[in-house]
């Protein structure tokens, strides 16, 4: 009887553990273990004017939603995450690079509130540092497994190739004034959306789903990140400076043809038209008064709840293509939860 | 009779056709048909504007030095050379890349007598354009056979690195005046070496050579680098501008502490060092007399000796590396007369 009494108590706690260690990882854990991976990454061969520049990039920090989404698909199929860091680390490299050469062509001075390469170092400085950090992501992005190498390679390089494509349509669009909605779509889903459903897909990938599961989560990846970036762009006007981190109402003074700017033009009378062709042209020095300008004639044609509603929209599109993944809704549950938490929904 | 006479016949034809289809490619028809298949790849997606420099950037021309170096090395093991034509093409692609941001950041106006990329459109289409290269480069390199992708990938990925390091060094050290020799071999080695070293062995390990022999083979391309780029950098100053496709006196004008300079500094008397002093810091608006006078004091303490003497060391290192690889000579002799060659030498 006292035997047995051990026997079953052994078995309980062992039952305990194997759950505990099964246990799938929220997204706050995988971010802190991940984060810790990153900057115990050692990247300081010499000569170190090349290296010190990639170093500060990646220790400025940001919400790593790529790998996290990368490591939470995996997860949702496999409990050794550990096992696609390299991977992960090879996707977040890469989209601070594009930050850091982005930030170059934009002429922007500023990033997470710090100097940006450009401006703390200089111009070679940046386009060196970006080529070595863009070679640094494929280097991690080739100790993934194995098995599955090529077809991580082939959709990074896919992807990589849809986010420069992306950059150049954004670039265009600066000094074009007949961008359409649909160009202005498609352009945020190569430059935004794709990385995020790449990165959503490879975890599933490493994991081990079925085509039609990766390609549901691709789809689940690409709709967050439609709705993410739309969610940017209003945040760009009517954010609280203190939470957004950068600098309200960029997006209006670089005249970014963005899906609130394209609408409210529109939707705008002939005297909000030619008062926002003015505003297009205005290069006096208050910046303040054309940001407040173009928001009033925002706010007069209701573009914000415009755009509150595409962004719901493809929220629920997200959340459908992840319901029809063939997989418990438990195993689905912290994905969900992840995805509305970046667009600030409890659900 | 009659019939033996007929199968004897057909045997003796049949034989030369396998020699002749088993026969190695010459350096020339190798240049010819990668070139033509350099030439039918299709890279035209859209936006047009990112594609339209990569697309004029890879029609220049140029000697394809890379390339056949890899599939000359492939064709000493293998006959199917087609088989690494992906491969040669990453390995070109990477290379054209590093002339498009590296003539961005040295701020040069030609190459082979065209105009640059960031002169015929602008810095920032420079910058996309040679990102989107790079990716590039890696699409082809991943379709390198599928089970040497990996080590592929890894000596790739180290090249590029080193690559990029080198382009560093050869930055700083046109701001530095203590630049010594081994440092100046290091730069180039890195520069220019270790690419030209990956390609041949690259292409010795997809057709399968023992390590011992890529090992050889990595260290002849690495000597016949260094021997190409010191023999670049006399022709920079000594070369036929006709011939050398370049302006003759580049280097000195733009202050590069090449090998000719550092040993001329080190062999000059008081008054020859205070001429050259004097001539880095020239502003005037004769670059021809600066030329002129550099080098007239490298003809007086005769640098040009010594740079031949250093070449052809590095060059006869290179023919006993090819000589110690495990293979009959007939199999390397092409690959011994494309390097003599380049180097202008009959061998």
Known sequence: MRRGYFFSLFAFLF?????YLRAMKSAKQIQECFESYL?????????????????????????????????????????????????????????????????????????????????KWNDNTAILSGDGMLVLAYRYLAESSAPELKK??????????????????????????DVREEEYIEMIRLKTSVLLAACVQ????????TASDQELLYEFGEKIGLAFQLQDDLLDVYGDPAVFGKKIGGDILCNKKTYLYINAYRLADGKQKSELDRWAVYDGNDPDSKIAGVRSIYDAVGVKALSEKLINSYFDEAMT????????????????EYAGSLLNRVL
Chains 1, 2 share one sequence.
């Open 15 to 19: 039952a305990r553990l194997v759950l």
């Open 39 to 119: 900057q115990g990454l050692n990247y300081s061969r010499r000569p170190d004017e090349l290296y010190a520049p990639i170093r500060y990039v990646l220790s400025l920090g940001g919400k790593r939603i790529r790998p996290t989404f990368l490591i939470m698909a995996y997860n949702m199929y496999a409990d050794d995450i550990e096992r696609v860091f390299s991977t992960a680390a090879g996707m977040e490299i890469f989209h601070n690079f594009t930050l850091l050469h982005d930030d170059l062509m934009d002429r922007a001075d500023m990033r997470r509130g710090k100097a940006t390469v450009h401006k």
């Open 152 to 177: 991580v390679l082939d959709l990074a390089n896919e992807t990589f190739t849809g986010i420069m494509e992306g950059q150049q349509y954004d670039m265009e669009f600066e000094t074009r004034d």
């Open 202 to 209: 490879m975890g599933a990938m490493l994991g081990g789903a």
């Open 321 to 336: 293509k992840l319901d029809q993944v063939n997989l418990p809704a438990d195993r689905k549950s912290l994905l969900r």
